[in-house]
């Protein structure tokens, strides 16, 4: 018996042995082995991702701590030069260039522009290009971000413009800012159909004038210094989520806001009331809040009452333009139809109960929403983008938030647009008029069992839109023959219009060609500021040495990330080892 267990001893020594000689290849071992030129591209490859996705200065692969790490996984692979690196870049660019340039070609392409200053002081400009696909699929495409050393005149901007104009290709409608260079620089321009002021710089105007009155204004200082308070106090937060668990209150932290940002400040206010009882306590509390911090921290009760009263005013405004400022979805057509029932019989209408304080609020951004939105005089409404774009969307085209004198100057603009339009068309597939629309049935029943609960989506909408919202679309198409057809083809709240013109586009052939045009245009310059934040961590303190035309092709290929992808996948970096 002792015999045959040393031999099983034996025998397991041995095939130990055999396993730890094919045990698995270490990372040192891996690194030792010869590096292929294929290999040598692909890191290549990989280094020049790392640079254009973390959107880094050349000089980041130089560094000695960069070397050693590269050095102990691939002993045998040497860092290309600057240049090399930048030639690679540049390629991708071109290339990325090019492609978009053929994306874009026959389509009606709309631009959203925006100055601003880099950290290091530094002025640029950004273009993004916006249209709508042979698909109807919402297309966002970032074109170039160009230092402008120059003076911002109006003729300056107007000649940069005019410059990414002619080299991209015709452009049906530009969205700026309202700075007044901008707004001259418009009419200096000719490559271009329309332009439109930015909305979400027109609502910021117009409800920072309700939100700088004085009495309103003292109440959000006050709230202010509250959250301030407790931001900087870890005394006071402490005892806030106590406070919180005690009261059975979300444990939510206070938010603080941005002046430029009107909407900041709405959710400032809207987390501020939300723990109203838990920051009371705390300011109450004598062994947390000393007494003469406490009397200065306090708001009156008359304030808490105003903050109550202007929150169901501002939340509907803070969600229209959320709405308008979307990128990849259609916001310009929801300007007029929120704009005007706003202002007419929604959140903006004075109540019995509102106070002195929120009854001013109300009346002065209201009397700006009718100012710069022009509700007032009706000039030039009927043939202006936003119109234009609410009769081609299928949820608005009744248009019946608009007075009848209007409506019909808007439908004599369509038709006449459609015979404008009608020497480029083939001439075999009827009259002028077979796509003019000339009615709207809505249905405001909406098919809806008696007592069914509106989804969140449904109530948001009807609360924007009010009673001119419909969510049962039926189109209505008057041929030459004088028969009358009316497909009928519902619009749920939550389709974009897009969807509805892909499977209408063929039943109304020259109405969506107008379409395609209108309900790309974007309602805000938020696209193009969207690049700040991205711009901004770019162009740092620490990266300060970054060449502006380096600039332009990181946030170019970075923002085009999805586009670039493919160009890479297109690339052959090698086999694997």
Known sequence: MASASSGNVSKEKRQQSEQSNVRQTTIGEFSKRPITD?????????????????????????????????????????????TTLWNTITHQYDELRAQLASDMKDQSVSLTTDLWTSPTMEPYITVTA??????????????????????????????????????????????????????????????FSHDLGCT??????????????????????????????????????????????????????????????????????????????????????????????RKALSLRASQW??????LPVLRPLAKATTIMCGEMHVGLSFIYPVILNMAEDGVLRVEESDVVAARN???????????????DTEDDLAGSVPIMACILDPRFKDLHFLPEKTRVEVKSHLIQLLQDGEADQPAATGGAYDDAPTDINVDNNNGE?????????????????????????????????????????????????????????????????????????????????????????????QRSSLHPAHVDALIFLNANQERRTRIINEEDFGESE
């Open 130 to 191: 916006h249209y709508l696909s042979a698909t109807w699929e919402m297309k966002a495409k970032f074109l170039h971000t160009c230092l402008m050393p120059e003076r911002h005149t109006a003729a300056n901007i107007a000649q940069r413009l005019t410059d990414t104009i002619r080299e991209w290709g015709v452009v049906f409608c530009v969205i700026h800012d309202n700075a007044s260079s901008m707004n001259l620089a418009m009419t200096l321009c000719e490559d």
């Open 200 to 293: 979400g710089h027109t609502l910021q105007l117009a409800i920072k004038a309700g939100l700088d009155l004085p009495e309103v204004a003292k109440a959000i200082d006050a709230a202010r210094r509250v959250v301030s308070h407790f931001r900087h106090s870890a005394v006071a937060t402490c005892a806030l989520k106590k406070r919180q668990a005690q009261l059975n209150v979300k444990e939510n932290r206070l938010q603080t806001d941005c002046p430029t940002r009107w909407n900041s400040t709405f959710t400032m206010l809207e987390r501020l009331h939300e723990q109203h009882i838990p920051v009371q306590a705390v300011l109450e509390d004598e062994t947390v809040t000393k007494s003469t911090k």
């Open 38 to 82: 294929h290999r040598k591209r692909k890191i290549t490859g990989l280094l020049v991702n790392f640079i254009v996705k973390d959107i880094r200065p050349l000089a980041t692969v130089s560094g000695d701590g960069f070397r050693d790490i590269i050095h102990f996984f691939k002993p045998g692979y040497v860092i290309p030069s600057h």
């Open 449 to 541: 069992e008696p007592g069914k609960k509106k989804t969140r989506l449904e109530s948001d909408y009807e609360e924007l839109f009010g009673p001119h919202y419909a969510s049962k679309i039926v189109c209505q198409h008057l041929p030459r023959g004088g028969t009358r057809i009316s497909p009928d083809d519902p619009h749920p709240h939550d389709e974009q219009p897009s969807g509805w013109w892909a499977r209408n586009e063929k039943q109304f052939p020259r109405l969506a060609k107008l379409a395609k045009s209108y309900l790309a245009v974007r309602a805000t310059s938020t696209p193009s500021e969207r690049v700040f934040s991205l711009a901004g961590n770019t162009i740092t303190r």
């Open 305 to 310: 009452e105003l903050i109550q009263q202007l």
């Open 361 to 375: 609020f109300k009346n002065a951004v209201r009397k700006q929403l009718k100012t710069r939105f022009k509700l």
